[in-house]
Structures are given as C-alpha cells and as structure tokens.
T-cell receptor, first 110, second 112 residues
Framework: TQLLEQSPQFLSIQEGENLTVYCNSS?????LQWYRQEPGEGPVLLVT?????EVKKLKRLTFQFGDARKDSSLHITAAQTGDTGLYLC??????????FGSGTRLLVRP | DAEITQSPRHKITETGRQVTLACHQT?????MFWYRQDLGHGLRLIHY???????NKGEVSDGYSVSRSNTEDLPLTLESAASSQTSVYFC???????????FGPGTRLTVT
C-alpha cells in the first residue's frame, strides 16, 4: 500500500513568516498534486507536478517534486492570513487513483 | 457554469439504517470518486468509477456500495450504517488520469 506522510501536521506562524510543508513516501508516484481545503468546503487544486525535479511557482507558493518522484515540498514566502487552511498532497498511483496525505493544517496569525 | 453538488449536506441517521448520499456533476467527466475524511487520515478512497456501468472498490470500501447508471451521478449507499461510518464524505470528478479532481462541498454524516 502506498502511503504519503505529511509534516508537520499542524503549523501556527505569524503573518510575514516563511514556511515549508513536506510530503514524503517510499513509493514512486507518476505525478503529485497539492490541494488546499477551507473549512466546510472540498479541496481545491493548487498545482500538479509531473517531472522529477520539477519546480512550479504560484505567486508566493513554490512547489517542488523530488528527483526520484517520491517526495514533494510546498514553500510559502511571507505568509498571509488568507493562506490559512488545510494543505493536502496527493500522489497518483499506477492506476491513476489519488493517494492523499493526512494533511498539514496551517494557521497564519495576524 | 459546470459544478459538482452533493446532497444532503448534513445527515443524522441511526445504526443499521440504509443511507444514500447523492453526487451530481455537470462537468461531463467520466471519472468520479467517493472519499471519506476523518481527522488524522486525510482523504481515503471508498469507491470510484471510470464510466457508466463501471465501479471499483477503493481503500475503505467495506459497508459501502455505488452504482453508475449515467455520466452525471454516482450515489453512495451505506447498506447498514455503523457508528464507524460517521465522517465527512466528499465526491469528486475528473476528466481523466493526472487531471484535476473537482470536489463537491461534502456531506457530514453522523450515525448514532
């Protein structure tokens, strides 16, 4: 069974600080997606990374896929209160089903 | 605008009752998925479908069933609800492999 471990599980930071969230597995994934979920809503896709070593930037968010396609990271620069939410990584297995990590709950304090 | 809807949004039922959660999408996506979300577990796949008349078991399928009679709908049935099935249930759809999954707003189910 493929597993994705996210760390940290919970992060509370001050507005303006930087942070990194990690998503690790012992398995290789064909692609990896990052979703953000607000309370009472379904997850919304932020980015998909496909190639090992790939780096994608979305404004203040930087996503990286590991060279071996087993891990990924999300770095947020100068966090804002609007970044508060649950961040989920999800790897695509060989039959293209998504395997979700347990999530990182981010709280950005004003 | 295309969307994916779930109903009901909240449901309280008793142990042993049959419950059906509805999922309807207007994206015309072939792929549809049901997940449950519990604290500390992220999203776990219950059942999924890659097209009409196609259904497959996911990671946590025991006690659940689905049927796909058309492109738009994938209802999830709990045959005999158990307290362990208290959770938030999300339906999702996608256009194909490696494509974005669009999620519904979720159904919060409580089994007493």
């Amino acid at each position: 069974t493929q597993l994705l471990e996210q760390s940290p599980q919970f992060l509370s930071i001050q507005e303006g600080e930087n942070l990194t969230v990690y998503c690790n597995s012992s398995s290789v994934f064909s692609s990896l997606q990052w979703y953000r979920q607000e309370p009472g809503e379904g997850p919304v896709l932020l980015v998909t990374v496909v190639t090992g070593g790939e780096v994608k930037k979305l404004k203040r968010l930087t996503f990286q896929f590991g060279d071996a396609r087993k891990d990924s990271s999300l770095h947020i620069t100068a966090a804002q209160t609007g970044d508060t939410g649950l961040y989920l990584c999800a790897g695509s297995d060989s039959s293209y089903k998504l395997i979700f990590g347990s999530g990182t709950r981010l709280l950005v304090r004003p | 605008d295309a969307e994916i809807t779930q109903s009901p949004r909240h449901k309280i039922t008793e142990t042993g009752r049959q419950v059906t959660l509805a999922c309807h999408q207007t994206w015309n996506h072939n792929n549809m998925f049901w997940y449950r979300q519990d604290l500390g577990h992220g999203l776990r796949l219950i059942h999924y479908s890659y097209g009409v008349q196609d259904t497959n078991k996911g990671e946590v399928s025991d006690g659940y069933s689905v049927s796909r009679s058309n492109t738009e709908d994938l209802p999830l049935t709990l045959e005999s609800a158990a307290s362990s099935q208290t959770s938030v249930y999300f339906c999702a759809s996608s256009a194909g492999p490696l494509r974005e999954q669009y999620f519904g707003p979720g159904t919060r189910l409580t089994v007493t």
